[in-house]
């Protein structure tokens, strides 16, 4: 039913994770694919709104005003010249109005393409943004798979390193062989060679997202270390 349809333009913020929320808000507003598309998308809404107008008559109105100030000579019942200032204005306006037929159907025609041109834009908006979301949080989820790989190899190799201490101490009292020694070293050694391009994997994952979110490379590692 589309009244129980969920609201999927903003997905990420179900996962309730605040980092990730607040990565995906910072690359969708300093990304500049994203800053085009809404450009594309403020143009294509200029232009349906000029194709509708296309269909309606057009009013044009204009007034003017203007004043003039002058001295005229009077005589007054004593026989007295003076200077009386009179002052005297002027105005106008006109409201024209036109309209031109849509005879064969041009501005209906425009105003469709007007509308076609405005949902494919929206649509590339809407894609961009998808992508880039889409594009963070894959990212966000393989940094946090990596860290929890790392954390596991830290403690497991933590781990091995007592278990091939007391299989030392038990070797040298004779309670086990040197067999038992080599492969606890060697248990050892693997996951510890695990560690290393683990943490390389976990540097490329956080740069890239500072990429992403218009960060300079490095910025993001302490927000992104914490658990």
Do not use: C
């Amino acid at each position: 039913s589309p009244s129980t349809r969920a609201d999927l333009t903003r997905w990420w913020d179900t996962l309730h994770d605040a980092t990730l929320t607040a990565l995906v808000d910072r690359a969708l507003a300093a990304n500049p694919d994203v800053h085009v598309a809404e450009a594309r998308l403020r143009q294509a809404r200029a232009l349906q709104a000029q194709a509708d107008a296309a269909l309606w008559p057009t009013l044009n109105a204009s007034a003017s005003a203007s004043g003039r100030r002058s001295g005229q000579r009077a005589v007054g019942l004593d026989g007295r010249t003076s200077v009386v200032n009179v002052t005297s204005g002027s105005y106008g306006g006109s409201l024209d109005a036109s309209w031109e037929p849509d005879i064969f159907g041009a501005a209906r025609q425009g105003r469709t393409a007007a509308n076609a041109d405005l949902g494919a834009t929206a649509a590339d908006l809407a894609a961009v943004r998808v992508s880039l979301a889409a594009e963070v949080a894959t990212t966000y989820l393989d940094l946090r798979t990596l860290q929890a790989r790392l954390d596991i190899a830290t403690k497991n190799a933590t781990s091995q390193q007592d278990t091939l201490t007391l299989t030392s101490f038990r070797n040298q009292a004779g309670l086990v062989g040197a067999l038992d020694v080599e492969q606890a070293r060697a248990n050892l050694a693997q996951t510890q060679a695990s560690i290393p391009p683990l943490q390389a994997a976990i540097a490329q994952a956080m740069f890239r997202l500072a990429t992403l979110a218009g960060a300079e490379p490095g910025a993001l590692v302490t927000t992104l270390t914490a658990a």
